[in-house]
């Protein structure tokens, strides 16, 4: 009786580790599945230098038209992170020092608070924000470069302000201690002491914000607006990368769609890669102050 | 002991080494903290904005349909009748199947991950189930209309109209789009997120509990489920709740493959609408005052939703992981 | 002269690579309580997670040698098995945290499958019994285990080996975290334990070892120096080792 329950149990646990085994090979399947699409139908176009500088040359059939070129997305998704990813930079690294270093005012953990659920907004509800607010204040700027770099800085401001607070955590209070006490002013002692020894672990927040903004259409939906063209100026539209992707994604055309695959791989190894790099330094970063 | 002092500078008082105060603060001191201060303010500042001015553009439909507006299953622009029950019922659906979908798979794979597998696995394993979180939603929305659709529609839904056609569920002619594909799209894109916390959850259980059922005589899959899982039962289901919260959010995947129809969904195989997918279709066209309020509306209840449902979860998630342990996104 | 009911035979257990202890051979007498004693990291606990196959359980290790449990070689045997004949209490009191009093110690009932209620009680009433823990909580066994105090949640821990009904019971430093009346308690209750169990004690206390024990081992730097009765160890130990650290010469 013993023998039969027991070999019952243990085979129970068994069944328990394979299933679980399979869980995470079905959960992989997906991610595999998305890389291997993208590869076998847009690969081909990805070798082919001009795709990457060429624009969109005349409007021309859907049938008999050369494949175009993703330069402009390129260019335009480049300036959108660049310029989103200084200006979210500077606030979040800001306001999380705050929040972290100058507790005393009483603020930081409601900072900390928002900003933690305002990680949570839906990225679309960013994009209605700034669409509504220059609906109202000025129209003509509401499809521009402008607004869409508006509305991927208030994606990633929460993120960042989180990351780097996390990051902030790491560093111990005797380095801060120790700095004031030698009589360094406070602000010094943020800036020399504890960024400075937080910096990989911000640099990967901001990193890991870029990469998220990069991908983000919905905002750019009802700001960027997306375009055809190389960049014309901050009032005006502004290609992007995965704004190509979503209006060449329904199009008839095997052109179109080959050149919307060879988008998606692109952006997918950029921010994969991205991704994975920035979990290795904060890896190897874990592991250099001691581990969790 | 008297530490070493700059020149210019009067010593800390009392040589402890609190930041001075008040009248002790120089001017690139008090510059700074203005700087980052402001920065701070504004945070919070963002948030009530957003509020706001979602706020202020919905008052027009707000005024026109009041709180039946969260009940009516009517969005008939030529007639200006506006309800977001369709929208509401297809946001909380595909949450709801995404959900029911992801977690099984997400806490077989997190406790695998954790108690079973060999330990060289662990964390490639991990941070391969992490970039699946990592995949833009347009990029999702795309391969879904090309592989994951028809898949459904030739494949699985016609299996599924055989066998459980029975449960009144899976009704329609399945042509792909629909709820339920949008469902599985999402839950693709959260099953990471579950993972994810629910891994650091059970990692956060001390060694010792599991250590006491297996000195019992305790099977390894009946010490973690014994000692361990209720242990770490509130961060589970803050990990749960975190997931539902990004599949309420999540705008391109969705759009791309529910079919895109103002309606309450009225099987699985319906078409439907969600909130967000809405607010991508429908706020650019040509539309009149009222309709444009009335999608700021719907916006508006989605930010409510999405709003209760992350503070929920991230309160459990921080009630166990005791830190605000690491990025929930 | 009472029989060895556990067997140690060369025994040999490594740490990612390296020894912590190495070609170990002691035998436990059978209903008699054996300590261990030697200074700390000479691998007493390691040795005593290897008496119940915990060792294993933690990555990058492995145990050579043999440990015979009445004959049977317990590296051969089921370690679920072996587990349930051999319990452990540890030196940090670690009840289930979620579960109460009562659920605590039917736990490895539960586990077996027994789940007729009253012989459940019964059992779970006896082992709090025979930890001494009954009169304490007889009011409140379905409280939460956390209400006890340390002294108390670590008889509780005990309790619930012994609802296992093991033969051997393990104890490693259980008394390291508690105060001197909570450990008195648990000595008088190790020294009644012996009637009915094989007792092996890990204490980093001489004085301990020398009110509970009947046998005492000296490890030292992960090998045995010396065994023997405990009046032999501590009143004419026969390696000199021994008698520096009897004495207190380092430790």
Redesign the interface.
Known sequence: MIFD??SR??AFSHAITVLGGLSVLVVLIPLASVLYTAAVRGGAVLLNPAFYTAGNPLPCSSISCQTVGIGPDIEGTAILLGLSGAISTAVGVSAAIFASEYRTYGLGRAISFTADVLTGVPSIIMGVFIYSFFVLYDPTLAFSATTGTLALSILMIPIVVRTTEEALHTVPNSLREAALALGMPKWRTTVRVVLATAFPGILTGILLAMMRAAGEAAPLLLTGFGSRLFFQGMNVPIAALPLLIYNYAESGSPNFLKVAWGATLLLMILVLTANVLSRLSIQRMVRRMGGR | MVPPTPSSRSPLPGGSAKRPRGSRQTWPDRLFLGLVGTAGVSVLFLALALVGVLYDAATPSVRAFGPNFLVGYTWNPAAGVYGDLPFVAGTLLTGAIAVLIAVPLALGASIFLTTQAP?WMRRPVGTAIELLAAVPSVIYGFWGIFVLVPLMRYTVEPVLRIYLGWTGLFGGTPIGTDVLTASVILAVMIVPTITAVSRDTLSAV?A??K?????????DW?ATR??MI??A?AGIVGAIILGLGRAIGETMAVTMTIGNIDKVPVSLFSQGQTIASLIANELLNETGPLQYAAILEAGLVLLAISLVVNVAARLLVWKVLRVSGGIIE | MSSAKLTVDHLTAFYGGKPAISEVSVEFPERAVTAIIGPSGCGKSTFIRCL?R?HE?V?HTKVEGHVFLDGEDIYEL?P??V??RI??V?Q?P??????SIYGNVS??LR???RHNREVTDAAVVKSLQQAALWDEVKDRIEAPATSLSGGQQQRL?IA??LA?NPEVLLMDEPCSALDPIATAKIEDLVKRLKEQYTVVIVTHNMQQAARVADFTAFLYLGKLVEFGPTEDIFEKPTQSLTEAYITGRFG
Do not use: H, W
Request: glycine share 6%; charged share 25%; net charge positive.
């Open positions: 329950r027991d149990r243990k | 330990f001390p010792a509990q250590e006491a059922a297996l000195s019992l005589g305790a099977t009946e014994y000692a209720p242990y039962r | 119940n915990l359980t990555p089921d679920v098995r587990r349930r319990g452990m540890f940090k670690n009840p289930f945290i979620t579960m736990a490895p586990l077996n499958g821990c619930r080996a296992a």
